[in-house]
Each structure stands twice: as C-alpha cells, then as structure tokens.
C-alpha cells in the first residue's frame, strides 16, 4: 500500500461526522441516512428535502454532539473556501469533531485548491482527482493496457480527420465544458478536441479497496451498470450537436450482466481493475464508456461516488433493504468490505446488482429549458403546494430502505429560489418492469410538472 493511500484509509474513523460537498449533496446524504450516519451537507441549493434528511440523521448523532447543518453557497469556489474554513475552526472542531468529507458532483475542477494538509485532514485523494482529470494522464492510461480512447488533440487541425468531433474541457464534469466542435474555433485554456465516438453510453459502477502490503493487487468488484438517460434540451430530440445535448440528466439501470455479450463484461471489469491500480482509487468510483457493438470506449473516469450510483442503490432495496453506497464506500476507505452482498455467486450473472433485480430504475434532473419565455421562475408556495398534491410521497427522504412503487421526486428547491432558463429544478425516481415503461414515466412525469410550473420542461 501506497503512503497517500495509507493516510487515506487510516484518516476514516468510524466516528466521524460525515459532511457531503458538491454541487447537490442529496442522493450521498441519503445514503448516509441509509447507513445510520449523521450528515451534514455544502453544496448549492440546500433543498428542501436535503434539509429534512439531516435533520433525520440527527438521531444518530451522540448526546453531546451540535445538530446536523445543511448550507448552501453560490459558487463551487465558495463551496472549497468554506470547507477549507471548516478545517480551520477550532470552534467548530470543538462543537462537531475533525469531519469526514465526502465528495458528490461539480468539485472535481476545484480541488486542486486546497492544500495538501487539508486534503490529508478531509480524507480527498487530490492526486487521484488530478491524474484522471487529465485526459492526457487518462489517455496514457488507456494506451498502455490496451483499453480503447478516442482520438484526442489540442491541435485544432486533427479535427479534420476524425469525421465528428467535440471539444471537451479537463477537470469538468456532468457534461459541462462538452460542445461540438467547429474546426476554426480556437481552443480555450483546458480544453481539447476529441473524436465522437457513435454508439450507446454506458457507465460502470466499481468498489476498490486497497491491498493490505506494499505493492499488493487491489481489490476491485463491479457493482452494477447504469447508461444514461438521453438529454432532450429543447424540444424532445436529442442532438449530438447541441452543447446541452452532452448535459448529465438522469440514469437508468441496473444492466444485468447477462444482457452483455461476455467480452464486454470482462473489458468492464478489467477497466475498473486496472484504473483502480493505476490511478490508486479506493472506495466507490465510475467509468464512463461507450459501447460500439462489441467494444468498450473509455471516455471517462470519476474517482468518487457518481450521480449513476443512486439508480443502482434504489434496485438493491429490493434484495438488500437498507443498502447503502455511502457505508459501502467508508467500508471501502477503511479497507474492509468483505464479501459484498450482492456477489453470491462467482457467475458473471450474478456479480451485480442487476444480477439479482428484474426491474428497472430511473432518475431523471428536469431542467427549465434553456429558450424560456422568461429569464428567471421564482418557486413560489403554490409551486409546491401542487408538487405535493401531484405527489403525496412527495420526497425519497421519506423512504429510505425501500423505493417506493410510485414516482417520486427529489432535490426540490425552497420557496423564492429563483431558477434560471436552463437551471435544473428537480429530480424523477421511478421504476417498472422495462426500459419503455420507465420511459414513459419519465415522460408523463415532466409533462405533469411543466403543467405545474406553466412551461414546458427539458431533461
């Protein structure tokens, strides 16, 4: 084992209080709930249903322990400043303890800020988020073991040759800094050109645990495999030309492995293997790949737990009530995990969560479209009077060991937020027996809340 790994693992004591940063910290806060963990949550809407989840976990706080806080900041560098802030307050160390944070979406491109005896304190792998940040580094990665990656270039005439082309931007994340690319534009600072790889997005879902001696092999199961809902940003058809088009809304899943030929399920998990080794990753990270009929395209790879991941953890409840992503990950972190309960069998079947789940699951973010009639939607009393007649279970904080059989909705915004044209507003979960029937749930549900909203909504 690695010393930047050891200080990693030795850093998560079981006592820690848990504090969720990112972007939206909902879906990892819940899962904290799930596991029993008090949580406290940064990120940049503080929603409602975000609030009333660490106010739950408070009952599993110690009897000298200050309440859980939910804050919410305007920018992600404010999100870093504030973290940093927190590790830098005696009263706060007094109060809450040394915490242990955990990342969600948007912070990728931010943690190079911090410094280094504040990432050993916070518990964040900056080198592994540095290293796979970089398309070069991911790239090298790739050609070395023999794992397909688009052609990339930060010469701006390399586009000519690979037919469709984007450009993409390090360190970004949820499809921000991805557009399509005209050949005469110039290149900004991060960015590069990449080759449109034609086929279906698909993501795995993997736990690493690190090897108990130095130089030793990790550990790495596959968890479970999600592809992405498509984004619609205007009127209901993708395009792969559309900048929003590249936008992160929404998963569906679990993908049982026997719906795979056999060669791309091995090509998953010797990705997830070999990137776990490479890049050091401990506990639950993604791969975002392509898949052109019988051959896996790595796109890329996020060393954290990913949005997809909350599709897979609502399937689980069905076989595994009260599984939670976030305890597996901290086991992860800590170097133990065991058997994980899914893995019954050695079949490559059943090694999944969609091994042992005949039902299909669903998120979709529903966003303002980016054309509205007008700038800015204020959410106002009545807004979510109606989200809560539409929908009595109105919040999956209300159920946390068992997806509900209904829709529901998630990371819903406070009274007076204000949501600007193509801003998200919201989150669907729901579930069926296929892909068409979530499809049209998804479908039927944006719909319902465009009515409510009085515009029509994107995904």
Not at 262 to 288: P, S, W
Not at 308 to 332: K, R, T, Y
Not at 364 to 375: F, G, K, N
């Amino acid at each position: 084992m690695s010393d930047a790994n050891r200080s990693n693992i030795d850093f998560h004591a079981k006592d820690k209080r848990i504090v969720v940063v990112g972007a939206s910290g909902r879906a990892l806060a819940a899962s904290c709930l799930r596991a029993r963990r008090p949580v406290s949550v940064i990120d940049l809407f503080a929603d409602i249903d975000t609030i009333e989840i660490c106010q739950r976990s408070n009952r599993y706080l110690s009897p000298d322990h200050a309440a859980n806080f939910v804050e919410g900041c305007e920018t992600m560098a404010q999100i870093v400043a504030r973290v940093a802030a927190l590790l830098e307050d005696a009263a706060f160390q007094m109060r809450y303890g040394d915490p242990l944070f955990l990342v969600a979406g948007g912070l990728e491109n931010w943690l190079r800020q911090f410094r280094h005896r504040h990432a050993m304190r916070a518990g964040l792998n900056t080198r592994a988020y540095a290293e796979t940040g970089s398309f070069r580094a991911v790239e090298r990665f790739c050609r070395v073991h023999g794992i397909c990656f688009p052609n990339s270039s930060t010469r701006r005439h390399a586009t000519n040759h690979w037919g469709q082309t984007i450009v993409k931007t390090d360190f970004s994340s949820g499809g921000s800094g991805v557009g399509p690319a005209r050949v005469n534009d110039p290149l900004e600072t991060g960015q590069y050109f990449q080759q449109y790889v034609h086929g279906q997005p698909i993501s795995g879902c993997y736990v690493g645990v690190a090897g108990g001696a130095a130089n030793a092999q990790m550990s790495v199961d596959l968890v479970g495999i999600c592809q992405p809902v498509p984004s619609h940003p205007k009127t209901g058809q993708g395009n792969p030309t559309e900048q929003l088009a590249f936008r992160y809304s929404g998963s569906v899943g679990p993908i049982a492995t026997d719906r795979l030929p056999i060669a791309v399920v091995k090509e998953f998990r010797r990705a997830g293997q070999l990137a776990a080794e490479y890049f050091h990753l401990t506990g639950v990270f993604g791969i975002d790949f392509i898949l052109q009929r019988d051959c896996l395209w790595l796109l890329e790879i996020n060393p954290r737990v990913t949005a997809s991941v909350e599709v897979l953890e609502d399937a689980a409840q069905f076989s595994i009530p009260g599984f939670s992503v976030a305890q597996l990950h901290l086991n992860a972190l800590q170097g133990n995990i065991g058997r994980l309960p899914f893995n019954e069998s050695q079949e490559d079947t059943a090694r999944t969560i969609g091994g042992n789940v005949d039902r299909w699951f669903a998120k979709q973010i529903v966003y303002r479209r980016s054309d509205a009639a007008t700038e800015v939607l204020q959410i106002t009393q009545p807004h979510l009077d109606a989200l809560a007649k539409l929908y009595p279970n109105r919040s999956k904080a209300q159920s946390t060991t068992h997806f509900p059989a209904t829709t529901t909705i998630s990371d819903i915004p406070r009274c007076k937020t204000d949501i600007c044209a193509g801003q998200p507003i919201l989150t669907v979960h729901v579930s069926g027996h296929s892909q068409t029937d979530v499809g049209l749930a998804l479908e039927s549900a944006v719909k319902q809340i465009g009515e409510v909203f009085a515009e029509p909504l994107s995904s």
